[in-house]
């Protein structure tokens, strides 16, 4: 099972048996709570033989250290104090976590010497131990061949630190984050078979709890609206289509939203133009765009967050059934713009095409940003360390940027031009829906901006980072739950009132 935390903050705390941790700058003689956690000085004497500095993220662990009310110590260097930022708590919490798998209960000093610790710091570096503590087990009914699956009482953590109100206060904020990235987790690690268009459509509705209006429409508005690039999509498969409207309201009535588009494509066998075999479980993470929207609206509306947003998300299967549809065929979107189907596998521009013009055309919304696991060749272009940025707006763009570098969810800047537009220009239609190989996540990203008008915009290529990314402290699972702080940032750093 997931090691699950119950955390508390106290001023003081004297630890009677379990894990101590305890935080110590790089350069710093002590650290913090030693004279509790540690009245004999073993630390120093273990810190001597093990060499430990106090750099970022290091550690030393002492067992049964003598004179010590905690069973085991665990000193947590945290660098040079002066260029802490939040990030930097945040993976501190989480290279804790990964330290203490096996305890039962935990007290964690953070107020070492040369230490600046701030409520939000303390709030932060707890949400990092839950970020690295998660893990998704549903389906799994042993932890091994021989010890059955049992369940785990939640582990109690006391953080001591003379910052209890303030970070009693930023808490609340950080579980609401944490609990977004850990929904967005959850629906791309989650089986095809389990979450069709159907599911993830009725997991969304699960927001109207927080104060989310959830609409859900079927094919049969869609086909009204005119959305034949999406139901293209979707007419190979036996699991019907949905599209999902979610709006938070938490600005003033006159204020104009912003607007997230997910694509979400439950899974992608490729259809007519079929993928290969070798990787093709992969594909149920292709709706990793509507996960962090939807764990985006999640996070916004439990944190009460100043703004009106929408939420739209296109969930699809895309399969090879004898009513999918074709290279060559051509479908009319719902803007009206025709688009031949080079590839059938190219479908999430599709979805995401009407999603972005039905956004626009009903809501009207300041700005949109779109995520999707789009392409390929953003990872050939940026391997999975960064997601492509695209955007017909300079200010949304730096927005976006600084806001990556704030959560280190990064974003690369990719181009956009006139040069790509024509590779997707059609002989048949008023477009098609590739380019070919070179260039094709600016095609992709060419394509979708035909259907955006002049309403300021950014789509987000994260095929790299919202599954299969590399693990580190804040991120053990396959699904990353990518976009949701970054986009969390993004609003309160420019958009609430």
């Known amino acids: 099972m997931p090691t699950q935390f119950e955390f508390s903050f106290s001023k003081s705390h004297r ?17 913090a709570g030693a004279a509790v956690a540690d009245p004999e000085s073993v630390l120093a004497k273990a810190a001597k033989i093990g060499k430990f500095t106090g750099k970022a993220l290091s550690t030393l662990d002492v067992i049964a250290p003598h004179g010590s009310p905690a069973d085991r110590i665990v000193l947590l260097g945290v660098g040079h104090a002066a260029g802490m930022g939040d990030h930097d708590w945040l993976k501190a919490g989480g290279a804790a976590a ?30 990092g131990m839950e970020m690295n503590a998660y893990s998704f087990e549903s389906y799994k009914t042993r932890k091994s061949d021989d010890e059955p699956k049992t369940t785990q009482k939640p582990v109690k953590v006391t953080i001591v630190t003379a910052t209890v109100i303030a970070a009693k206060k930023a808490f609340g904020t950080a579980q609401a984050v944490g609990e977004g990235v850990f929904l967005a987790r959850d629906l ?14 009725a997991r969304a509705k699960e927001l109207e709890k927080l104060g989310v209006e959830v609409e859900i429409l079927t094919e049969r508005e869609m ?46 066998t490729g259809g007519i133009s079929i993928k290969p075999a070798s990787g093709m479980e992969d594909m149920k993470g292709d709706m990793g765009g509507a996960a962090a929207v939807t764990g985006l609206m999640h996070v916004l509306a439990a944190r009460k967050a100043a703004v009106n947003a929408i939420g739209i998300i296109g969930l699809v299967e895309n ?27 190219a479908e999430g521009r599709l ?42 707006d300079d200010r949304l763009a730096e927005q976006l940027l600084a806001a990556g570098l704030v959560t280190q969810e990064r974003l690369w800047r990719m181009p956009l031009g006139k040069e790509y537009d024509k590779m997707i220009d059609s002989k048949f239609a008023d477009m098609k829906n590739t380019g070919g190989r070179h260039g094709g996540s600016v095609t992709a990203a060419q394509f979708l901006k035909r259907f955006v008008k002049d309403t300021p915009w950014a789509h987000l290529d994260i095929a790299g980072t919202a599954m299969g990314s590399p693990t580190d402290e804040l991120n053990q699972s396959w699904g990353s739950g990518f976009g949701v702080r970054l986009l969390d940032q993004l609003v309160r750093a420019n958009y609430e009132s």
């Open 188 to 201: 791309v690690n989650e089986p095809a078979n389990v979450l069709g268009p159907v599911e993830f459509a």
């Open 319 to 345: 399969m090879p059934d004898g009513s999918a549809q074709r290279p060559g065929d051509i479908v009319t979107s719902m803007s009206g713009q025709t688009i031949e189907v080079i590839n059938t596998d």
């Open 15 to 31: 630890p009677a048996g379990g894990v101590a941790v305890l935080l110590q700058a790089a350069g710093a003689k002590e650290a």
């Open 223 to 268: 086909k009204k609206l005119g959305m034949g690039a999406l139901l293209g999509v979707a007419q190979g498969s036996s699991r019907p289509p949905r599209l999902v409207v979610m709006q938070w309201k938490g600005g003033k009535a006159k204020d104009k939203s912003v607007a997230f588009i997910g694509k979400g494509v439950v899974f992608d």
């Open 351 to 392: 979805v995401l095409g009407d999603a972005l013009w039905y956004c626009n055309d009903r809501f009207k919304p300041q700005l949109m940003i779109d995520l999707a696991t789009l392409t390929g060749a953003i990872m050939v272009a940026l391997s999975n360390h960064y997601a492509g940025l695209f955007s017909n």
């Open 98 to 127: 990964a330290k203490l798998r096996s305890a039962e209960k935990i007290t964690v000093f953070l107020d070492a010497p040369g230490i600046e610790v701030t409520g939000k710091a303390a709030a932060d570096f707890a949400l």
